[in-house]
């Protein structure tokens, strides 16, 4: 019996594998409770033996249950490290194409009015070829910045290249309008910086209302089509 109790000390590698890092701990503790209290009440008549075979195992036990807990909170750190690499744009640090279809599919099940705003920088090669690409970066970083600072816009998507998403949920046509044209004010108010001198710009905003049962790319596709009617219209233009 107190020989098959130091198996036991395997548990732990058990738990927190199976069970994760909060019921690995409390698994593991009981059993550590209940193998000691076993022990002790079982072992030796011996005066002594039952208090150096419960530290001997408590040692072995513990310094095995702490290599499993580091070992769990580490892997969890590096786990959540990737997902959020996984999710997020690694120049503006808003979040990439696949969280927006992730958090989309969330979204569709849970609200009924859903309108996308697709927002692209205006005539943004310019920016690049005239004062290079670091500008273009640290330009893409400060729309990405005032993008995300309107109480109604809960998280920021880029697409890729020039090209933002945000997803408005709950609001009518007109607060819709309303906040598409408080954006694209706010660029338009916006000074850049470059070191020869200051930029401004504008961005063209395609807005679509989602159907129901509409597919993400049909729902993607119908603020594509929008965004570029305020291109070809002139530029610096909400169209709905
Ligand atoms: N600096 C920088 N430039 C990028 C990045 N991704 C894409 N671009 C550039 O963005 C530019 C997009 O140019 P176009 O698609 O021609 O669009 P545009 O010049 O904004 O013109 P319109 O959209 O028609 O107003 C290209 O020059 C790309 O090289 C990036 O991460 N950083």
Redesign the pocket.
């Known amino acids: 019996m107190r020989a098959s109790i130091f198996w036991c000390m395997a548990l732990p590698i058990w738990y927190y594998s199976l069970f994760g890092l909060r019921k690995g701990f409390y698994f593991s503790a009981l059993v550590m409770a209940l193998s000691a209290a076993i022990l002790f009440t079982r072992a030796d008549t011996n005066l002594y033996m039952p208090y150096r075979t419960l530290f001997n195992f408590s040692l072995v036990y513990i310094a095995i249950w702490l290599v499993c807990h580091l070992y769990e909170v580490q892997r969890r750190k590096v786990s959540s490290f990737l997902h959020s690499l996984a999710l997020q744009d690694a120049?503006t640090g808003v979040c990439n194409r696949h969280a927006l279809e992730n958090d989309f599919a969330l979204i569709q099940k849970q609200f009924i009015h859903i309108h996308m705003l697709l927002i692209?920088?205006?005539?943004?090669?310019?920016i690049?070829d005239k004062f290079g690409?670091d500008i273009?970066?640290a330009?893409?970083i400060t729309v990405a910045n005032i993008l995300g600072q309107s109480k109604q816009v809960q998280e920021v998507y880029r697409l890729?290249?020039?090209e933002f998403i945000i997803l408005l949920k709950n609001m009518d046509h007109q607060q819709v309008s309303e906040e598409a044209e408080k954006i694209r004010q706010a660029i338009e108010d916006e000074t850049f910086h470059s070191h020869q001198e200051d930029i401004k710009l504008t961005v063209?905003i395609g807005i679509s209302s989602l159907q129901p049962e509409q597919e993400f790319n049909d729902f993607l596709r119908a603020a594509d089509e929008k965004l570029y009617q305020a291109?070809r219209e002139g530029?610096n233009k909400v169209c709905f």
Do not use: P, Q
């Open positions: 120049l692209d920088i205006d005539r943004f090669k310019n690049n690409h273009g970066d330009v893409l890729g290249g020039e063209s291109k530029r």
